[in-house]
């Protein structure tokens, strides 16, 4: 672990652990230090393909005690409603903050049920696949669970991806070809981005949420055509209004692919996502999703048609180079799925949380954007501050992500909130209220 000037990284893991004081970082930096971003380390002059190490180096020394500490805070503890999270600019570890930063969103991650089956598939499997799925990375349980996604979201078949990232980069690459056209949402994921690139497919953004833009983006163009929405977004909160841009589609005669990373396990009667939420769960063609969030693990899957899948076992490069998903993993997972079909109480508690937290921050006039769902964005709108409002907020208690420029627009600074079905009332009153204080020490509700 290393030492620069301002900051002190931890060392131990027991309570208090600095060897420097801590330093207000926020006046030790230059004028205009924050004003820059990562944004300005991309392009540089010269031949040399490491020209802009040594300024992001001494930006990067300047600006991180000054709030980008607070991203890759290690927590001591499993993603749970309360965590332990080691604060790397003072040494100290901050013990039982109230969480709204992991996903987790059923609170499935370490539930003794699932701990058992990953403890009961180390003894047999070991740690890891060692092995492409397509060369010997696939395992009995492997298969299993990819039968039983199929099951679960009501589709011939489903294959297994290592992440939700490569689920995303694997399909859409692995699907269009250069010379096609993929329309996506203006706010999708950056995983949905990269496939788009890396397919070389001519690549459109349609207006947030707005079929009739779609339908502009689409117009016009005769080959193979693809959109992409997501069921959840994830910086926002909100849902696609799925009947319109079916509709859009259908016009146009393009496939529809759907995202449901923050969805899958949560929305719909049966949990399947927000396309059956919607009732149009057979109108997407691409039903993709994450085992991130809701059931917390790893991995992502795709669903839908036999032929579908089976293509793109042969085309998706990020799957079969790419070596399987540790079996460990796959053997919690297959537990946490179960437990999410079998305990719908899990989602209605999940549900009466969310209300719950959006009466307790609009009581307290905190601005939340748009959010229909569980991910609740606190728009600051201040990326000047966003990181000083940040540090308070944990120093008061509570782990939660400042989101600035890139990740969001300009002036678009927020804390995303996610909430789980975990969270105990206590958790959530706490929490809203460490958070308002500080807020209202920043003007950002009276
Ligand atoms: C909409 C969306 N898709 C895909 C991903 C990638 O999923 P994973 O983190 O499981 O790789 C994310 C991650 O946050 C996401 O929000």
């Given at each position: 672990m290393s030492e620069t000037k301002n900051e002190t990284v931890a060392t131990d893991v027991t309570g208090r652990l600095d060897v420097a004081p801590p330093v207000d970082a926020v006046e030790a930096t230059t004028p205009g230090a924050m004003e820059y971003d990562y944004t300005n380390f991309y392009f540089g002059a010269g031949s040399d393909p490491f020209a802009l190490l040594q300024p992001f180096d001494d930006w990067w020394r300047e600006v991180k005690p000054a709030g980008y500490y607070l991203y890759e805070l290690p927590l001591h503890t499993a993603p749970g409603t309360r965590v332990d999270v080691e604060d790397t600019k003072t040494g100290e570890l901050r013990r039982n903050l109230v969480n709204f930063a992991s996903y987790n969103y059923l609170g499935l991650s370490y539930r003794p049920e699932v701990k058992e089956a990953i403890k009961e598939a180390a003894d047999i499997y070991g740690g890891g696949s060692s092995g492409s799925p397509i060369l010997s990375g696939t395992t009995a349980l492997h298969r299993q669970f990819a039968e039983e996604i199929a099951a679960f979201k009501g589709k011939e078949a489903a294959m297994i991806f290592p992440t939700g990232y490569s689920a995303n980069v694997g399909t859409i690459a692995g699907l269009m070809r250069s010379g096609d056209l993929i329309v996506a949402d203006q706010y999708a994921h950056a995983s949905i981005v990269d496939g788009m690139i890396l397919s070389k497919a001519k690549s459109r953004f349609f207006r947030h949420n707005r079929p009739d833009d779609l339908d502009r983006k689409l117009s016009g163009f005769d080959g193979k055509k693809l959109v992409i929405i997501e069921g959840v977004y994830s910086m926002d909160g909100d849902t696609p209004p799925l009947a319109e841009i079916v509709e859009v589609c259908r016009k146009h005669g393009a496939r529809l692919m759907i995202d449901e990373a923050h969805s899958a396990f949560v929305f719909g009667e049966t949990g399947k996502g927000v396309a059956e939420d919607q009732g149009l769960d057979e109108e997407v063609d691409i039903h993709l999703g994450t085992f991130s969030k809701s059931l917390g693990g790893q991995g992502g899957y795709i669903a839908g048609s036999h032929q579908l899948i089976n293509y793109l076992r042969g085309f998706s490069r990020s799957r079969f180079f790419s070596c399987a998903l540790s079996p460990v993993v796959v053997a919690g997972l297959r537990k946490a799925l179960e437990l999410a079909s079998r305990e719908p109480e899990l989602r209605t508690k999940l549900w009466e949380n969310v209300a719950y937290m959006q009466q307790l921050l609009h009581d307290r006039a905190v601005p939340m954007g748009d959010s229909t769902s569980h991910v609740i964005p606190i728009m600051v709108r201040d990326d000047a501050r966003v990181f000083a409002m940040g540090e308070e907020i944990f120093r008061e208690g509570v782990f939660i992500n400042p989101v600035k420029y890139p990740a969001v627009g300009k002036h678009k600074?927020?804390?995303?909130?996610?909430?789980?079905?975990?969270?105990?009332?206590?958790?959530?009153?706490?929490?809203?209220?460490?958070?308002?204080?500080?807020?209202r020490r920043y003007g950002v509700c009276p």
């Open positions: 600074s927020r804390f995303r909130m996610s909430i789980s079905a975990a969270h105990t009332r206590e958790d959530l009153e706490e929490g809203a209220e460490k958070i308002a204080t500080v807020l």
